[in-house]
């Protein structure tokens, strides 16, 4: 199975920070990797797919780079409602797994 | 609007069986791959298992291998998950979500379910 390993666990932030979270794969998964946002109590919402495509609606402070093994999920400019959890998602392959999460809260 | 409503969560014993459901509105149900995600009280996701849009495939993590079973009735947009020999660490809520794009093995998942949640306690 292919480990999906992010970093940090928890980071503390203000509003109109740029964040960046790191997603490491055990394996190349080529760009196959989805960014989702959860917020507490509810199902989370697709953010990035394809490691860099901005899914419909998302707004444009979110970003993702990074191809093979790296990638990254950035916030240009921290909102009151971007306080909350963001998972990576490998589907390069089966079983599908994601990271183990990054929380992000207020400094 | 795209929609999936997940039911038949509750409360059963160890060793007990469940079945969950998942109905499907808004779009073309037997275009797309269907999954079962859960999340356990406090913790990540973990992806349980796929199901091909046409019902031929179907794959699942290994801690689930041999006690649920995914399945699909695409006359009646509805997505299923059969739960056997059920255990204390298969508490959580059970998403199931839709591949985003159809008919592809490579895709992420765009529409989910607001989850139905499964205790497992005597």
């Known amino acids: 199975d292919i480990q999906m390993t992010q970093s940090p666990s928890t980071l503390s932030a203000s509003v109109g920070d740029r964040v960046t979270i790191t997603c490491r794969a055990s394996?190349?998964?080529?760009?196959?990797l989805a960014w989702y946002q959860q917020k507490p109590g509810k199902a989370p919402k697709l953010l990035i797919y394809?490691?860099?495509s901005l899914e419909t609606g998302v707004p444009s402070r979110f970003s993702g780079s990074g191809s093979g093994t790296e990638f990254t999920l950035t916030i240009s400019s921290l909102q009151p409602d971007d306080f909350t959890t963001y998972y990576c998602?490998?589907?390069?392959?089966?079983?599908?797994?994601f990271g183990q999460g990054t929380k992000v809260e207020i400094k | 609007q795209v929609q999936l409503v997940e039911s038949g969560g509750g409360v059963v014993q160890p060793g007990g069986s469940l079945r969950l459901s998942c109905a499907a509105s808004?779009?073309?149900?037997?275009?797309?791959?269907m999954h079962w995600v859960r999340q356990a009280p406090a913790k990540g996701l973990e992806w349980l298992a796929v199901?091909?849009?046409?019902?031929?495939?179907?794959y699942y993590v290994e801690s689930v291998k041999g006690r649920f079973t995914i399945s699909r009735d695409n006359s009646k947009n509805t997505l299923y998950l059969q739960m056997n020999s059920l255990r204390g660490e298969d508490t959580a809520i059970y998403y199931c979500?839709?591949?985003?794009?159809?008919?592809?093995?490579?895709?992420?998942?765009?529409?989910w379910g607001q989850g139905t949640m499964v205790t497992v306690s005597s």
């Open positions: 199901i091909w849009h046409d019902g031929r495939n179907k």
């Open positions: 394996q190349s998964i080529s760009t196959w």
């Open positions: 808004g779009f073309t149900f037997s275009d797309y791959a």
């Open positions: 979500a839709r591949d985003r794009d159809e008919m592809t093995t490579l895709s992420s998942f765009n529409i």
């Open positions: 998602q490998q589907y390069n392959t089966y079983p599908r797994t």
């Open positions: 394809d490691a860099s």
